[in-house]
């Protein structure tokens, strides 16, 4: 293929760029901020840098949400951006692999591959999120081998059971990294009457959060400002409370991963439960979370070895496997081939 073959993980909370033979090249928050008369002011982590501190003459966009487009342009323009950043003066077009959360639609499908060819992308083709981190995690897929993914990213969590290169069962849940931030922020709010933003409850949770209780109980102060008064001011948050404010959320994604494991073959079941469990995804890197979904299923459980990074690193394991990925339907379309592609005509039902 001529041009630079380019994986692109764009997730709610950040966008990860791989080119192949180079690795990992690129890896910022997913945010792009504007001032009042529509223009640019910054993207990735310049604009995120400004979330939740800015004026009301910026307006900063998360244009992802639970894993797919909610802002086209500002996608477009985030992608564009990082895309010129990456080929710098290229001539020919780049061919772009780009993950969906499992359960997408038809219409979704199509506008990520139309995103990617307007963003700058000479071809484009999709690939589901779980597959691409089974690759990522060194998960043989293409054997006839039932092995279980939980990706586990910040808008979505995604359960697949993957086999000879395609996904068998699978299930999206919109219980992952910015939920258990969201319980937090309720949690604090309802027993605390005290606010705090997006940020401060991701650093209770990266710092003393858990998916099961501690033995020994840690704290951490942090800041925000009372519900009714709105005034300022500091106070400490324990691990347990920021366990029970995160349990409900944790017990969703049990469920979901139970959900999954009903309605697998039991072939698959069986080599599910001797090959066991991977967890990749930043919210694989909560504390204990392998621990909790091992003691509730009975499957051993491990965290990958680079959970944050084994989406893109999949897409690049995918450029080495295409010919059995266009097997299973996985086809690079240009902008031409998306106007003709099924993915329209499922579009229209």
Do not use: W
């Not at 359960?103 to 999120?129: F, P, S, Y």
């Not at 400002?225 to 017990?251: C, D, H, I, Q």
């Amino acid at each position: 293929m001529i041009g630079a073959n380019i994986g692109i993980d764009i997730g709610t909370s950040s966008v990860i760029v791989l080119v192949e033979g180079k690795g990992i090249v690129l890896s910022e928050p997913s945010a792009v901020a504007y001032d009042n008369e529509g223009n640019i002011v910054g993207i990735g982590k310049k604009a995120y840098a400004m979330l939740e501190k800015n004026h009301s003459g910026i307006k900063v966009v998360r244009p992802l949400e639970n894993g797919v487009v909610s802002d086209f342009t500002a996608t477009k323009q985030m992608v564009g951006y990082f895309l010129s950043k990456v080929c710098k003066n290229t001539v020919f077009k780049p061919n772009v692999i780009a993950c969906v959360p499992t359960m997408v639609t038809g219409l979704e499908k199509r506008t990520m591959l139309d995103l990617m060819t307007a963003a700058g992308a000479g071809r484009a083709r999709l690939i589901e999120e779980p597959l691409a981190a089974a690759l990522g995690a060194g998960i043989q897929s293409e054997k006839p081998k039932g092995s279980m993914i939980v990706d586990i990213g910040a808008g979505t969590a995604d359960i697949a059971v993957i086999t000879m290169g395609s996904i068998a069962v699978s299930k999206s849940l919109r219980c992952a990294g910015n939920s258990l931030d969201e319980a937090i922020i309720r949690h604090l709010r309802r027993e605390r009457v005290t606010v705090v933003g997006q940020k401060t409850a991701e650093q209770i949770k990266t710092r003393i959060g858990s998916a099961l209780l501690r033995d020994i109980e840690l704290g951490m102060t942090v800041k925000g400002k009372n519900y009714f008064t709105g005034m300022p001011l500091s106070f400490e948050v324990s691990s347990t409370e920021a366990y029970l404010a995160m349990r409900p959320k944790l017990e969703e994604l049990l469920e979901g991963i139970r959900a999954v494991l009903e309605e697998t073959p039991p072939e698959l079941a069986g080599d599910v439960l001797e090959s066991g469990i991977v967890l990749t995804g930043g919210g694989a890197k909560l504390r204990n979370i392998d621990k909790m979904i091992q003691n509730k299923t009975g499957i051993k459980t491990r965290v990958a070895a680079d959970p944050v990074n084994c989406v893109a690193l999949g897409m690049g394991e995918a450029f080495e496997k295409l010919d059995l990925l266009t097997k299973n339907g996985y086809d690079f379309k240009s902008d031409e081939g998306i106007e003709f592609s099924g993915i329209k005509e499922q579009s229209k039902k």
